[in-house]
Nanobody, 124 residues
Framework: QVQLVESGGGLVQAGGSLRLSCAASGRTFRSYVMGWFREAPGKEREFVAGISRSGGSTYYADSVKGRFTISRDNAKNTVYLQMNSLKPEDTAVYYC?????????????????WGQGTQVTVSS
């Protein structure tokens, strides 16, 4: 079992930056592919970024490519999402998730564990 706790959300102006963190419990963190998803009001939850178990591979949604960076520190059981050049359309609740898989997955159904989410609001 893995428990995930996100932090780092908040209110920021367009063009600004935020860094989200997701702390995981348990000693098997390095066994999981990690992903970030987001859910805006009235919209379905969507994939944002994913990172392989070693951290050597990453994958991004087209909407955030070049602006967001996912990383992980397996020694600290933590995954990060650095968000730069934020836009109002990035406003959403951001969730981190863990998948017991070997490949980065972009579909939420592939992820086994979820955090409670952290709100990111970008003002224009």
């Amino acid at each position: 079992q893995v428990q995930l706790v996100e932090s780092g959300g908040g209110l920021v102006q367009a063009g600004g930056s935020l860094r989200l963190s997701c702390a995981a419990s348990g000693r098997t963190f390095r066994s999981y592919v990690m992903g970030w998803f987001r859910e805006a009001p009235g919209k379905e939850r969507e994939f944002v970024a994913g990172i392989s178990r070693s951290g050597g591979s990453t994958y991004y949604a087209d909407s955030v490519k070049g602006r967001f960076t996912i990383s992980r520190d397996n020694a600290k059981n933590t995954v990060y999402l650095q968000m730069n050049s934020l836009k109002p359309e990035d406003t959403a609740v951001y969730y981190c998730a863990a998948a017991d898989t070997t490949l980065i997955r972009t579909t939420s159904s592939h992820y086994d564990y979820w955090g409670q989410g952290t709100q990111v609001t970008v003002s224009s």
